[in-house]
């Protein structure tokens, strides 16, 4: 995630997401599949937090509220997520 690339980066992601969305559960091993969600998730925190970092409220729950989608990374993951993002929200 470059400065100024974050828009593509949400693109980039989101096209991932979508081309996994379309592999059946049984085209690829769970584990591989858990993987990918995981990167996914991952990619989409990054992105979240940079724009709270920015101050850039609005354009931070989209990628926030995605990566929270993410059931298969498990709880500890999503609580991540939730806690990364509050703790830089709650700075400014």
Known sequence: MQEGKEEECLATLDR???VLGTI???GIPARRRQ???RRLW???TKLGIKRVDGGLWEEAT???LRALSFQAVGTDRQE???D???V???RW
Do not use: I, N
């Open 16 to 18: 991932a997401e979508t």
């Open 24 to 26: 059946p559960e049984e």
């Open 35 to 37: 993987e990918l969600e």
């Open 42 to 44: 991952w990619g989409y």
């Open 62 to 64: 989209e990628p926030l």
């Open 80 to 82: 991540e997520t939730r």
């Open 84 to 86: 990364r993002s509050c």
């Open 88 to 90: 830089r929200w709650r």
